[in-house]
């Protein structure tokens, strides 16, 4: 079993920047691919980020391409998000997850592909 934890969230102008980590604890996430979604008020959760295991290979939703960067250290179970030229679309609550699939080469988009997830954190970027 693994539990994820988000941390970071926060109030920032818009053209600011935050960084998001997700700790996981319960055993190491070395072998999981690992995603960020994100889901505003009255919107589905969507895709933001993907990293896998090796952190070799990222994947972004195109809304966010260029302006964050998914990285991962794995002697420390910890997964980041960092998010630069913030707007006020990025406002959300974000949640990172762990893939359902272990040992994959693969980075995965979609939610079903992942089975552990955490609470949360809020982004709010103000105009």
């Known amino acids: 079993q693994v539990q994820l934890v988000e941390s970071g969230g926060g109030l920032v102008q818009a053209g600011g920047s935050l960084k998001l980590s997700c700790a996981a604890s319960?055993?190491?996430?070395?072998?999981?691919?690992m995603g960020w979604f994100r889901q505003a008020p009255g919107k589905e959760r969507e895709f933001v980020a993907g990293?896998?295991?090796?952190?070799?290979?990222?994947n972004y939703a195109d809304s966010v391409k260029g302006r964050f960067t998914v990285s991962r250290e794995n002697s420390k179970n910890t997964v980041y998000l960092q998010m630069n030229s913030l707007n006020v679309e990025d406002t959300a609550v974000y949640y990172c997850?762990?893939?359902?699939?272990?040992?994959?080469?693969?980075?995965?988009?979609?939610?079903?592909?992942?089975?552990?997830w955490g609470q949360g954190t809020q982004v709010t970027v103000s105009s």
């Open positions: 319960g055993r190491t996430i070395t072998g999981n691919a």
């Open positions: 997850a762990a893939s359902r699939v272990q040992w994959s080469i693969m980075v995965f988009r979609t939610t079903r592909d992942y089975e552990y």
């Open positions: 990293i896998s295991r090796s952190g070799g290979t990222t």
